[in-house]
């Protein structure tokens, strides 16, 4: 059993259009985060949820808008993409940030 | 603000030496400190952390780091290392108090010569 799994793990879209990644974890964490690695491996954190409310938001575009249904599913939504978005996305879930995060395995953005 | 710094961009070590992967930290009271490894097209997998108590933590694959209050560092070491161990390790660290977020330095490339 996969303990966060993001899908896709790949996705290859034009300039302009509006995408979604998804994330969901099973190790009944209650919180969860978006990381943003750019093509120099550097990780940035973009959002954090805990028990579906937002709780992290950083300096972060407005076409960004992440949605938590439950705390096991944290989504990002895209508008209007952009070619400095391509990078790798990565979903984490921990349990209060006490025992550090677990990893989902990234989805690998390219807007061309 | 949190912040980690590991100077190194690459470290090149020869297979069965020790190797010692830096890292120093920047944080307003006490810390949670973490080392992940990143190994190509994959994940981030957690590797080891402290949190209190003895200032050397063990972790996974034969990994331990050493915490130093005074010097604010946390360096990663392995006494022999693996051909397998090449990968690109992330030290991190977050506030014991208020939100969890972890901040990550920008990493270090382990390579390990055969």
């Known amino acids: 059993d996969t303990a966060v799994s993001q899908t896709p793990k790949y996705l290859v879209t034009q300039m302009g259009n509006d995408k979604s990644i998804k994330c969901e974890q099973n190790l009944g964490h209650d919180t969860m985060y978006w990381y943003k690695q750019d093509s120099k491996k550097f990780l940035k954190i973009m959002f954090s949820?805990?028990?579906?409310?937002?709780?992290i938001n950083e300096t972060v575009p407005n076409r960004f808008s992440p949605k938590s249904p439950d705390k096991a599913h944290l989504n990002l939504h895209i508008n209007s993409l952009e070619l400095g978005d391509s990078a790798v996305y990565f979903c984490?879930?921990?349990?209060?940030?006490?025992?550090?995060?677990?990893f989902g395995s990234g989805t690998r953005l390219t807007v061309v | 603000a949190q912040s980690v710094a590991q100077p190194e961009d690459q470290v090149n070590v020869a297979e069965g030496n020790p190797l010692t992967v830096k890292c120093t930290y920047s944080?307003?009271?006490?810390?949670?400190l973490f080392w992940y490894v990143q190994y190509p097209n994959r994940g981030l997998q957690f590797l080891l952390k402290y949190i209190t108590g003895d200032n050397l933590v063990k972790g996974s694959y034969g990994f331990e780091a050493e915490f130093n209050k005074s010097q604010t560092s946390f360096h990663l070491k392995k006494p022999s290392a693996l051909v397998s161990d090449s990968a690109l390790y992330f030290c991190?660290?977050?506030?014991?108090?208020?939100?969890?977020?972890?901040?990550f330095g920008k990493g270090t490339r382990l390579h390990i010569l055969p």
């Open positions: 944080v307003s009271g006490n810390p949670y």
């Open positions: 991190a660290v977050s506030r014991r108090s208020g939100d969890d977020k972890i901040i």
């Open positions: 984490a879930s921990s349990q209060m940030g006490l025992y550090g995060y677990t």
């Open positions: 949820y805990n028990n579906k409310e937002l709780i």
